[in-house]
């Protein structure tokens, strides 16, 4: 297994000179050489260069936060994959929450992102996760354990084979997923242990079910109001093999204490 991630989500948050001051702070605090995690950077499209120059020649890696599901044409706003290879991303999000719920992005659409930008080398991390809703539904059917369960994980085997279905077992080795719960994400809403935990057990084993040869070594994130106060909680569970931080990632304090948990 690769090593543990700690990836900042910036959002569309920070402009240019802030994101180079961000970023060339996360550089002095960790140093170039830290290797304890892998450290992602993900700024926003008009901060790229700036936090790619800052972190160059660091151990830091660089991604993108959305990506379009075709190279090249008449797509009027839309950045391609080998647009952020060009513009120096190792790793790009795909089929964040935000884009899902408030974009409207589709399961469709989400499967061309992945396939082209595994197909074009970035590393890319898949984000899945229930609503509150469908947690709910599950939860009110907990005298029946097998209908709680099959409730609450099928959204996230919708969204995991949809979106890894075309992939073979190479490719997959290119994929990090993100299990966020819609309900968690900027909310300050945590999940527990216990329901990461049987979270990340079944993407384990349904990845393991899809891809008998390498699903194994995906590794699998936990996001959703990660903070300094419940890091250590989240890097107890043993299944999480690191974390995807909103919020907290925009402060150099937090996220570089973020870091050094995930580091361990
Ligand atoms: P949050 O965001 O840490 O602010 O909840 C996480 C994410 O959306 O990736």
Redesign the pocket.
């Known amino acids: 297994m690769d090593k543990k991630l700690a ?1 900042g ?1 910036w ?1 569309m948050n920070l402009l240019r000179e802030e994101a180079r001051e961000l970023s060339g702070a996360i550089v002095n605090l960790l140093g170039e050489d830290y290797e304890d995690c892998q450290v992602v950077l993900v700024p926003p499209y008009t901060a790229l260069d700036v936090v790619g120059s800052c972190i160059s020649g660091s151990n830091i890696e660089l991604g993108a936060q959305n990506v379009f599901g075709r190279t090249m044409g008449a797509f009027t706003g839309e950045v391609s994959a080998p647009m952020l290879v060009d513009a120096g991303c190792r790793w790009v ?1 795909v089929g ?3 884009r899902r719920h408030i974009l409207g992005e589709t399961d469709e659409q989400i499967r061309e992102k992945v396939s082209l930008s595994v197909s074009c080398g970035l590393k890319t991390i898949l ?1 899945v996760g229930e609503t509150e809703a469908q947690r709910e539904e599950a939860v009110s059917r907990s005298e029946d354990a097998l209908a709680r369960k099959s409730l609450l994980f099928s959204p996230i085997r919708t969204q995991i084979e949809s979106a890894l279905g075309p992939l073979d077992e190479k490719q997959v080795s290119d994929i990090v997923i ?1 299990y ?1 719960p819609v309900w ?4 300050g809403k945590n999940a527990t242990s216990l329901e990461i935990e049987e979270i990340h057990q079944y993407i384990t084993e349904l990845l393991a079910e899809m891809f008998p040869g390498s699903g194994n070594n995906v590794r699998i994130l936990y ?5 300094t106060g419940n890091i250590e909680k989240i890097m107890s569970v043993e299944e999480v093999d690191g974390v ?6 925009l402060s150099v304090d937090s996220f570089f204490r973020i870091i050094k948990s995930v580091g361990g």
């Open positions: 990836v989500n959002k999000i964040h929450s935000e984000c993100a966020e968690a994400i900027g909310t996001g959703g109001s990660v903070k995807l931080v909103g919020g907290a990632s």
